[in-house]
Each structure stands twice: as C-alpha cells, then as structure tokens.
C-alpha cells in the first residue's frame, strides 16, 4: 500500500481483525446491538404503470396493452433508496397497488434491487432480481379497486417483504437473506397506487 499510494500516510489500527470479529460476537449474542443500517442499493418491486400520454414512453417496446388500457411493463416501483438509514425491524416506506385484472386471486410481486438511487426499470443496468413473492386477494367483489399494501422490514440478518390484503388484513410475506440472489422467472401484476 506505501508503494502504491507514497503520498498518501497510510493508517492501520491495532487488531483490526479482532474488531470484526468481536462485532460479529455481539451480534450473535444480541442482535438489538445494531440499531440500524444504511441501504447499500435500492429495493423496489417491479410494476406496470398506466400510460396517460404515448409521449411519456420512448421506448415504445415497454408499452403492453391490458383491456383495452396502455400500461409501461417492467417499471421499478421504489421502497428504498440507496443511502436510506433503515431502522432494524420498523416497516419501510408502505406502497399500495391494485389487480391488473377484476377477476385476479392473487397478486405477484418479484422484488428487486439496484446500485441506482433512483431506477426507473428493473432491467436497467445495476437491477438484479431478488426473488418474488405472492398476495392472496380472494375476494374478487370490488374488482380493481382492490388494494394491496407492500412493505419492506430490514431485520439483523434478513429483508421482510410483506403484502396485505386490504380488505381481509391477510399478510403474506417473503423473508431474503441479505445475500440471497434467486433468479426465478415471474412478472409483478399490478399498479402502483394512484394509476389505477
């Protein structure tokens, strides 16, 4: 390091090791002992959004037709940004959705993250697919205008994505591992709130 960096005065503390490793002593024995985190990436679902105006959507390719209704495919819905201090166990940022189809029974969310603050798709470069998770929405009475509430909780050694069913209360949930990486294939049916 001297010889790479000669202007640079290098520092080493003493048993820098052993600090980890105590760390990592503490936290097993308490994990209350970290009281929060920072977001190393951006966590978010991947939605389709309502098309108001043809001019919004560049890539015309991102357009999929739906019941005669123009939505923009594979849009990164964000819950957390990149840099966000997340209080360990406290729910993030809750977003709503809505069922694509009135007849729909449940509702599939793939989560996602990115090295961006602040993506606008889940296949930009930096995205990688987290895995997926499902929400029962049995009740088909109120077609949709059903919501369904999405939230991330950070946990010591764990990310918590809940959904819940407004009507009913129902919670699904889906617990990752802070490094779990599935690539399964699944595609998010659902509006964000406000789209619908």
């Not at 949709?144 to 991330?152: G, I, L, M, P, Y």
Request: proline share 4%; net charge negative.
């Amino acid at each position: 390091m001297v010889k790479n960096f000669p202007n640079k005065h290098i520092v080493v503390p003493n048993q820098a090791g052993l600090a980890v490793l105590k760390g990592a002593v503490l936290f097993g024995h308490d994990p209350q002992v970290i009281a929060s985190r920072v977001a190393k990436v951006t966590y978010g679902v991947n939605t389709l959004s309502k098309i108001q105006d043809d001019r919004d959507v560049p890539d015309k390719s991102r357009i999929r037709m739906i019941k005669e209704v123009k939505y923009e495919k594979d849009v990164f819905s964000k819950h957390v940004t990149k840099g966000d201090d997340l209080v360990i166990d406290e729910a993030q940022e809750e977003k709503t959705y809505f069922p694509i189809y009135p007849e729909q029974k449940s509702v599939q969310f793939s989560v996602y993250t990115s090295t961006k603050e602040d993506p606008k798709y889940v296949d930009e470069d930096g995205c990688k697919k987290l895995g997926h998770f499902t929400v029962d929405i049995p009740d088909t009475t109120d077609g949709t205008e059903r919501k369904v509430h999405v939230r991330f909780i950070f946990g010591g050694t764990e990310i918590k994505v809940q959904g819940v069913d407004e009507k009913t209360g129902n919670v699904n949930e889906r617990t990752f591992e802070w490094s779990e990486n599935a690539e399964e294939e699944c595609f998010g049916m659902a509006v964000e709130m406000g789209e619908s």
